[in-house]
């Protein structure tokens, strides 16, 4: 059983910064990418970035590239997000996710569709 939990949201001014982290269990950790995903209210849950398994492949969305940073510690089986230059509108609950396996024909890193598993979220709150 594979098991995702969050840690480290809570409540920053603008402009400031805050790190996300995602412990991972249930099976080898660094056989498989992991995503990062936002939904603030009444919006759709929305792609934020991803790091591949091994390696340092990485993927952002537009609108946080520059200001955040996704890593990963195969050892300690967690993966992070540095979010620096905080806007209002990264106000959201954010959510770290796993595939359940890699296609032969590759991931879609930025689709929700290609992750089955997911962690509880953990609020992000920016103030103006």
């Known amino acids: 059983q594979v098991r995702l939990v969050e840690s480290g949201g809570g409540l920053v001014q603008a402009g400031g910064s805050l790190r996300l982290s995602c412990a991972a269990s249930g099976r080898t950790f660094s056989n498989y990418p992991m995503g990062w995903f936002r939904q603030a209210p009444g919006k759709e849950r929305e792609f934020v970035s991803a790091?591949?398994?091994?390696?340092?492949?990485?993927y952002y969305a537009d609108s946080v590239k520059g200001r955040f940073t996704i890593s990963r510690d195969n050892a300690k089986n967690t993966v992070y997000l540095q979010m620096n230059s905080l806007k209002p509108e990264d106000t959201a609950v954010y959510y770290c996710a796993a595939p359940a396996s890699i296609p032969y024909y590759g991931l879609n890193y930025y689709d929700r569709n290609s992750y089955e598993y997911w962690g509880q979220g953990t609020q992000v709150t920016v103030s103006s």
């Open positions: 790091i591949r398994g091994i390696g340092t492949n990485t």
